[in-house]
T-cell receptor
């Protein structure tokens, strides 16, 4: 039982490059979330999804896009990476909204 | 405007003693509160939660207290163990919301 799996674990990008972070969960959860964690800032919600085919903006959505084409997967895209997007990105899922979320181990992204 | 505040960035205690981690919130619509624990290079893991209809919830060595009039909650760990050394995040949910709001975290160090 893998829980929440994030791919890749580390990545270095150049400014202006694009990439997609993949989150996969095997718990049949409806709700999925993308957060970023920056030093001294805690966890900030980027986008979330309340079910397959749905997405919604969180606290810091600018510069990111998401897609939830399959229930088990939630993709986070950076179309044109900027140094300000250097961060650790966490994906989470839950069976119901606002309930305890299960987190992946994060993707450490550096943008030069 | 930060709705969930953890004003102590760090806390150091001796093994066997009590650890008390504090969290304040500003939104009176929050009705559910959670504590997460995070080790380096791992995702946060759910520790314990409390509903606003209660003032205390216990799970083994961990107890969460809620003071609604003061908009304050605390996590007590008794007795503290070196393995408890981690960053602890407080989180809250507004009634009916699918989202959690996280504090910035408190780094707990338990010294042998």
């Amino acid at each position: 039982n893998a829980g929440v799996t994030q791919t890749p674990k580390f990545r270095v990008l150049k400014t202006g490059q694009s990439m997609t972070l993949l989150c996969a969960q095997d718990m049949n959860h409806e709700y999925m979330y993308w957060y970023r964690q920056d030093p001294g800032m805690g966890l900030r919600l980027i986008h979330y999804s309340v079910g397959e085919g749905t997405t919604a903006k969180g606290e810091v959505p600018d510069g990111y896009n998401v897609s939830r084409l399959k229930k088990q997967n939630f993709l986070l895209g950076l179309e044109s990476a900027a140094p300000s997007q250097t961060s650790v990105y966490f994906c989470a899922s839950s069976s119901q909204g606002g309930q305890p979320q299960h987190f992946g181990d994060g993707t450490r992204l550096s943008i030069l | 405007d930060q709705q969930v505040k953890q004003n102590s960035p760090s806390l150091s205690v001796q093994e066997g003693r009590i650890s008390i981690l504090n969290c304040d919130y500003t939104n009176s619509m929050f009705d559910y509160f959670l504590w997460y624990k995070k080790y380096p290079a791992e995702g946060p893991t759910f520790l314990i939660s409390i509903s606003s209809i209660k003032d205390k919830n216990e799970d083994g060595r961990f107890t969460v207290f809620l003071n609604k009039s003061a908009k304050h909650l605390s996590l007590h760990i008794v007795p503290s163990q070196p393995g408890d050394s981690a960053v602890y995040f407080c989180a809250a949910r507004r009634g009916g919301s699918e989202k959690l709001v996280f504090g910035k975290g408190t780094k707990l160090t338990v010294n042998p």
